[in-house]
Protein backbone atom coordinates (compact mmCIF):
# COMPACT_ATOMS: atom_id res chain seq x y z
CA UNK A 1 0.00 0.00 0.00
CA UNK A 2 3.23 2.11 0.78
CA UNK A 3 3.30 2.28 -3.31
CA UNK A 4 0.09 4.46 -3.97
CA UNK A 5 0.20 7.64 -4.50
CA UNK A 6 -1.11 8.40 -0.52
CA UNK A 7 0.38 10.19 2.03
CA UNK A 8 -0.08 7.09 5.36
CA UNK A 9 -0.23 8.75 9.03
CA UNK A 10 -0.66 7.59 12.51
CA UNK A 11 -1.06 9.59 15.37
CA UNK A 12 1.91 8.74 17.57
CA UNK A 13 0.14 6.81 20.17
CA UNK A 14 -1.34 4.75 18.17
CA UNK A 15 2.24 4.01 16.51
CA UNK A 16 3.37 3.31 20.02
CA UNK A 17 0.75 1.49 21.46
CA UNK A 18 -2.04 -0.08 19.08
CA UNK A 19 -0.53 -1.32 16.12
CA UNK A 20 -1.00 -4.96 15.81
CA UNK A 21 0.78 -8.05 15.16
CA UNK A 22 2.85 -7.14 12.03
CA UNK A 23 4.74 -10.95 11.68
CA UNK A 24 8.06 -10.29 9.81
CA UNK A 25 8.01 -6.53 9.98
CA UNK A 26 8.64 -4.33 12.78
CA UNK A 27 7.48 -0.35 13.41
CA UNK A 28 10.79 0.50 11.83
CA UNK A 29 10.00 -0.93 8.71
CA UNK A 30 6.83 0.88 8.39
CA UNK A 31 8.94 3.97 8.59
CA UNK A 32 11.50 3.09 6.13
CA UNK A 33 8.14 2.04 3.72
CA UNK A 34 6.70 5.56 4.13
CA UNK A 35 4.61 5.39 7.52
CA UNK A 36 4.18 8.87 8.78
CA UNK A 37 3.61 9.24 12.38
CA UNK A 38 2.57 12.31 14.10
CA UNK A 39 2.11 13.73 17.18
CA UNK A 40 -1.03 16.07 18.50
CA UNK A 41 -0.60 19.58 20.18
CA UNK A 42 -2.39 20.23 23.16
CA UNK A 43 -5.24 21.72 21.43
CA UNK A 44 -6.23 18.31 19.54
CA UNK A 45 -5.31 16.29 22.73
CA UNK A 46 -8.21 18.53 24.65
CA UNK A 47 -10.31 17.71 21.13
CA UNK A 48 -9.70 13.84 21.10
CA UNK A 49 -11.05 13.96 24.46
CA UNK A 50 -13.78 15.68 24.69
CA UNK A 51 -14.59 13.36 21.53
CA UNK A 52 -14.41 10.33 24.14
CA UNK A 53 -17.07 12.19 25.96
CA UNK A 54 -19.59 12.29 23.82
CA UNK A 55 -18.89 8.69 22.24
CA UNK A 56 -17.98 6.05 25.11
CA UNK A 57 -17.66 3.17 22.43
CA UNK A 58 -14.01 5.08 20.63
CA UNK A 59 -11.46 4.54 22.61
CA UNK A 60 -8.66 7.66 23.59
CA UNK A 61 -6.48 6.01 20.48
CA UNK A 62 -9.66 6.32 17.81
CA UNK A 63 -10.11 9.35 19.52
CA UNK A 64 -6.56 10.58 18.67
CA UNK A 65 -6.92 9.21 14.83
CA UNK A 66 -10.27 11.19 14.22
CA UNK A 67 -8.60 14.26 15.43
CA UNK A 68 -5.80 13.95 13.43
CA UNK A 69 -7.82 13.22 10.61
CA UNK A 70 -10.01 16.52 11.15
CA UNK A 71 -7.58 18.73 12.20
CA UNK A 72 -4.84 17.71 9.04
CA UNK A 73 -8.02 17.58 7.15
CA UNK A 74 -6.15 13.36 5.88
CA UNK A 75 -8.90 11.07 4.90
CA UNK A 76 -9.59 8.53 7.88
CA UNK A 77 -9.10 5.03 6.93
CA UNK A 78 -10.56 2.61 9.01
CA UNK A 79 -12.33 -0.59 8.91
CA UNK A 80 -14.16 0.34 12.69
CA UNK A 81 -18.33 1.34 12.23
CA UNK A 82 -17.83 3.65 15.34
CA UNK A 83 -15.37 5.36 14.15
CA UNK A 84 -16.52 5.59 10.67
CA UNK A 85 -19.80 6.92 12.03
CA UNK A 86 -18.09 9.30 13.95
CA UNK A 87 -15.73 10.72 11.24
CA UNK A 88 -18.63 11.11 8.78
CA UNK A 89 -21.05 13.13 10.69
CA UNK A 90 -17.54 16.07 11.44
CA UNK A 91 -17.24 15.56 7.52
CA UNK A 92 -14.36 13.79 7.61
CA UNK A 93 -13.78 11.55 4.32
CA UNK A 94 -13.59 7.97 5.38
CA UNK A 95 -12.49 5.01 3.18
CA UNK A 96 -11.50 1.20 4.22
CA UNK A 97 -9.64 -1.53 3.16
CA UNK A 98 -11.45 -2.51 0.36
CA UNK A 99 -10.78 0.97 -1.21
CA UNK A 100 -7.15 0.43 -0.93
CA UNK A 101 -7.23 -2.90 -2.80
CA UNK A 102 -9.08 -1.26 -5.16
CA UNK A 103 -6.54 0.95 -5.46
CA UNK A 104 -3.70 -1.68 -5.31
CA UNK A 105 -5.59 -3.30 -8.46
CA UNK A 106 -5.95 0.20 -10.77
CA UNK A 107 -2.07 0.67 -10.35
CA UNK A 108 -1.08 -2.90 -10.13
CA UNK A 109 0.98 -2.82 -7.75
CA UNK A 110 -0.29 -6.36 -6.26
CA UNK A 111 -0.95 -9.14 -8.54
CA UNK A 112 -4.87 -9.54 -8.76
CA UNK A 113 -4.33 -13.53 -7.79
CA UNK A 114 -2.30 -12.53 -5.03
CA UNK A 115 -5.22 -10.11 -4.05
CA UNK A 116 -7.82 -12.93 -4.75
CA UNK A 117 -6.30 -15.02 -2.37
CA UNK A 118 -5.99 -12.90 0.50
CA UNK A 119 -9.96 -11.61 0.02
CA UNK A 120 -10.97 -15.00 0.29
CA UNK A 121 -8.52 -15.52 3.68
CA UNK A 122 -10.61 -12.15 4.50
CA UNK A 123 -14.15 -13.48 3.36
CA UNK A 124 -12.81 -16.78 5.36
CA UNK A 125 -12.10 -15.03 8.67
CA UNK A 126 -15.01 -13.93 11.11
CA UNK A 127 -12.75 -11.56 12.96
CA UNK A 128 -12.91 -9.33 9.21
CA UNK A 129 -14.97 -7.13 9.50
CA UNK A 130 -15.44 -6.43 5.70
CA UNK A 131 -19.00 -6.00 4.23
CA UNK A 132 -19.66 -9.45 2.96
CA UNK A 133 -21.90 -8.20 0.20
CA UNK A 134 -18.74 -6.00 -1.24
CA UNK A 135 -16.27 -8.71 -0.49
CA UNK A 136 -18.20 -11.48 -2.11
CA UNK A 137 -18.49 -8.90 -5.43
CA UNK A 138 -14.81 -8.50 -5.52
CA UNK A 139 -14.17 -12.01 -4.85
CA UNK A 140 -16.58 -12.84 -8.15
CA UNK A 141 -15.45 -10.07 -10.44
CA UNK A 142 -11.53 -11.20 -9.69
CA UNK A 143 -12.12 -14.75 -9.92
CA UNK A 144 -13.71 -14.30 -13.45
CA UNK A 145 -11.27 -12.13 -14.79
CA UNK A 146 -9.10 -14.02 -17.03
CA UNK A 147 -5.46 -12.71 -16.07
CA UNK A 148 -2.53 -12.23 -18.63
CA UNK A 149 0.18 -14.74 -18.43
Known amino acids: MFHLPFKFVVPDVLFEEELIDLGEYSRDDLIKFGLNVEALDSDDVMNAYTYRSKCRRLSVVDCFALVLSSSKRYALLTGDQTMRTSAEADGIEVHGVLWIIDHMISKKIV ?38 P
Open 111 to 148: PPERILEALKKMYADPRCHVPDLELTQRIHKLSTHRFP
